[in-house]
């Protein structure tokens, strides 16, 4: 696969850098010596406002974009606000994505997210799996608004020869996660939970749903470089899987977060909360067969985000 080589003297525009993703991909691109690279924050510049973002990328003609602001939660969001993810993420993808076409961006790198793929659609999921099956009804509208954002770079890419691409990541933590007790994902939910747990002196914790689905876990510095190499090394309209090839219950992953917390007290199920898809473990022959692997373990990951998590808590900065 012939690809442009990615310039790291030429603008590039890292949307979404005060996120999860956003502020792992810029701080890789600075370590890696890209030296004009812009960013505004959700108050300096609305994603949502079609005349905003055409006047953003009128003035600032990034050569590079990378994609990585979107309205994002957990399964508990996701089926409360189904609404709100559907309309916010498909005007973000639509403004960006147009005015970066029309403003002379020539590498687009759009993220995408794991769900987009069928309910049951076969394990590991690959990526030639995308609209062969029903989605996951509690993140159905988040899934739609991703699939189209997928769907516009391929047409992007065949009415005017664009070389934008999309990448669908798995389930991500680290650093710069949303922990709040509704809006997060498992494992920083977790976290949140048994650190609470543990500092009151609480005898049990509880764990959403059965605790029988499977989740594999990639953390968010490793998307960053993923999302390099793809940049260096990828050209085509196809998804590709950003994952780490294996995957644990949920009950196992809520007992290694008490473990690394240090909580000794008991796990309590609550069956009425919803399971999800469940198992997501994504096919990795595509990005490995570009030279690209995980390299951050789960158990050190881990430890190192509950770190993260608590110097947040002392500085009273917890999302
Ligand atoms: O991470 P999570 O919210 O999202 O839930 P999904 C994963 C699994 O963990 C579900 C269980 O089976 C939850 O029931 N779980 C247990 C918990 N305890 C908790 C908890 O305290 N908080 C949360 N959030 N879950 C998301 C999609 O699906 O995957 C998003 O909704 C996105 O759109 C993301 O695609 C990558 O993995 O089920």
Redesign the pocket.
């Known amino acids: 696969m012939t690809v442009a080589p990615l310039s790291r003297s030429a603008r590039t525009y890292v949307a979404g850098h005060r996120g999860l993703v956003g502020g792992a991909v810029l701080r890789h691109l600075l370590a890696e010596g890209f030296s004009d690279v812009v960013t505004r924050t959700s108050g300096e510049l609305d994603l949502r406002d079609a005349a905003a973002v055409e006047h953003f990328f009128e003035v600032q003609r990034p050569a590079t974009v990378v994609l990585a602001a979107a309205k994002?939660?957990?399964?508990?969001a996701?089926s409360t606000y189904p609404a709100d993810f559907l309309s916010d993420n498909i005007r973000i993808q639509v403004n960006v994505l147009d005015a970066a076409a029309r403003h002379g961006t020539t590498k687009l790198l759009f993220l995408g997210?794991?769900?987009i793929y069928p309910k049951f659609a076969e394990q590991p999921i690959r990526e030639d799996s995308l609209l062969t099956g029903l989605l996951e009804p509690?993140?159905d509208a988040?899934?739609i608004a991703k699939i189209a954002g997928v769907l516009h770079v391929q047409a992007l890419r065949r009415q005017h020869g664009l070389h934008f691409i999309s990448a669908m990541p798995t389930?991500l933590y680290g650093p710069g996660d949303n922990f709040s007790p509704e809006g997060?994902?498992?494992l920083p939910?977790?976290i949140r939970?048994f650190e609470a747990a543990r500092l009151a002196g609480d005898p049990t914790v509880t764990?959403?749903?059965t605790g029988t689905?499977r989740?594999e876990f990639l953390h968010v510095d490793d998307l960053a470089r993923a999302c390099v190499h793809l940049l260096e090394h990828y050209d085509d309209g196809a998804p590709i899987n950003i994952g780490v090839g294996q995957d644990l219950p949920?009950a196992e992953l809520?007992q290694l977060v008490a473990d690394t917390v240090g909580y000794t007290g008991q796990l309590v199920f609550d069956t009425s909360?919803?399971?999800?898809?469940p198992r997501?473990l994504l096919d990795m022959g595509k990005i490995h067969d570009l030279g690209w692997r995980a390299e951050i373990g789960l158990a050190e990951g881990l430890a190192a985000t509950v770190d993260w998590y608590r110097e947040q808590l002392a500085a009273g900065t917890v999302r």
């Not at 994002?72 to 508990?76: E, K, N, P, R, S």
């Open positions: 994002v939660g957990g399964i508990l996701n997210s794991s769900c509690t993140n988040y899934a389930n997060s994902h498992v939910g977790l939970r764990v959403w749903g689905p989740r949920i809520a909360k919803p399971d999800g898809t997501k």
